[in-house]
């Protein structure tokens, strides 16, 4: 064998593979940060700036509005640019999204901020997950996709409770913004450091094929059957009760409950210290053990009682919000590897896209009405029960999640179940 034939065929070492995906995860990292870097800020926004709760909901609107055109395109950019071109081009347009988002005190200046933002998040965790896959597809695939996806949830922790170690930046509307700005930075510095080591890595070793991005081809939705459009609305509804609830949370938290900008950050992150510690765990019992729509059923169950119980009992806030916690680990864990069991391999990216361009859909809506009740409501610090509408709307979303899920459980356990509750890894029913 000569030289360059051994160099065609070897492999990056397994510290090459994991530093590789240490600025995959730190992208993310800045992504997931600047998200919700908005939760803690809403309240100054209105103090300095006026803003309404529906304009508030509407910044978080705007980002889910980007991806669906996004889903649409589909991953041509990804296939044609190649994946180290796509996340640099992808990183980039999220800084600029962040630089414009805290560039003018002007409610259309931010909202366009945060859709430039959105175009460009959406694409870039598409991008890092064909990219992992092209660096772990065979090996740790699943334990690298859910180290990812836990160090981009501990930039979403950290921006949470900003108000604790940025206090000073709440001073002004534009503070928080900066500070994530400095963090959407590492979506650029990541890919570029990306670029530089596979680069490296093409002129020595064999690497594999990037994953293949999710994109719609229309032709494969007829042949969809029931339990996917299940799997669809609840995917809908407990995403949309989840995000524009942590929308207002923080602000909820300090007009209603009186806490301080401080608690109401921290509270608001224990749902995420949930998720970032109990989701690859969930994942990997549903996998050993089956019972996947049940396990649905029972996180989309938490919903019903947590809302109420924040508006009208006096229980410590840490209770509901655990029971959140619960329910974002076993839902989310659970579902998107579900559609790979219900659906064609073949017309998987097209059952995916569509889910996900969905689910951004009721995301956007509800942001916008959410907002909307609290204003018309009166929502505030001398009116806390103008909250009451929204706990409300988010408690009858949990009612039809849990129908939902139910009647998913019922179609998977008849004849027509494509084996959610019982297919096991390493065992063939």
Request: include cysteine.
């Amino acid at each position: 064998m000569t030289q360059s034939t051994a160099a065609a065929t070897a492999e990056p070492g397994k510290l090459y593979r994991w530093l590789v995906l240490f600025w995959l995860s730190i992208t993310m990292f800045g992504n997931y940060y600047f998200y919700d870097a908005l939760e803690p800020l809403a309240d100054v926004l209105q103090k300095q700036l006026h803003y309404t709760d529906q304009n508030i909901g509407l910044l978080n609107s705007f980002y889910s509005i980007a991806p669906i055109a996004t889903v649409l395109i589909g991953g041509i950019l990804i296939d044609r640019l190649g994946v180290r071109r796509a996340l640099l081009l992808f990183g980039c347009i999220c800084l600029a999204g962040s630089v414009l988002t805290a560039s003018s005190p002007r409610f259309e200046v931010m909202a366009g901020g945060r859709f430039v933002f959105g175009m460009g998040a959406e694409s870039l965790i598409v991008a890092i997950t064909a990219a992992v896959a092209k660096w772990f597809k065979g090996r740790e695939l699943s334990f690298a996709l859910g180290l990812n996806l836990m160090l981009a949830r501990f930039g979403s922790w950290l921006a949470q409770n900003s108000p604790s170690w940025a206090h000073s930046a709440y001073s002004n509307w534009r503070g928080p913004w900066l500070v994530g700005v400095c963090f959407v930075a590492l979506c650029v510095v990541g890919p570029i450091l990306y670029w530089w080591m596979e680069a490296r890595a093409e002129r020595r070793y064999a690497l594999g094929k990037a994953g293949e991005a999710d994109k719609i081809v229309f032709q494969d939705v007829k042949n969809f059957g029931l339990s996917y459009w299940y799997l669809v609305g609840l995917c809908v509804i407990f995403y949309s009760a989840i995000f524009p609830f942590e929308t207002f949370a923080v602000k909820y938290f300090m007009d209603a409950h009186g806490t301080s900008r401080e608690m109401g950050g921290f509270l608001l992150s224990v749902l995420t210290s949930f998720t970032m510690i109990g989701t690859p765990i969930v994942g990997l019992f549903s996998d050993k053990m089956g019972r996947r729509a049940t396990i649905m059923c029972l996180g989309v169950l938490l919903l019903v009682p947590v809302f109420l119980m924040m508006g009208y009992t006096h229980v410590s806030l840490y209770v509901p919000m655990a029971m959140l916690g619960f329910a974002f680990t076993f839902v989310p864990a659970i579902i998107w590897p579900s559609v790979a069991y219900i659906v064609p391999e073949r017309t998987l990216g097209t059952a995916l896209g569509l889910m996900t361009m969905v689910q951004n859909i009721g995301m956007a809506g509800m942001n916008w009405g959410l907002g909307k009740a609290n204003d018309v409501a009166g929502a505030g610090p001398a009116h806390p029960t103008g909250y009451q509408p929204m706990l409300q709307i988010l408690t009858v979303m949990g009612v039809l999640g849990a129908v939902l899920a139910f009647l998913l459980r019922q179609r998977e356990l008849g004849p027509k179940g494509h084996g959610l509750e019982t297919i096991r890894a390493g065992h063939h029913n």
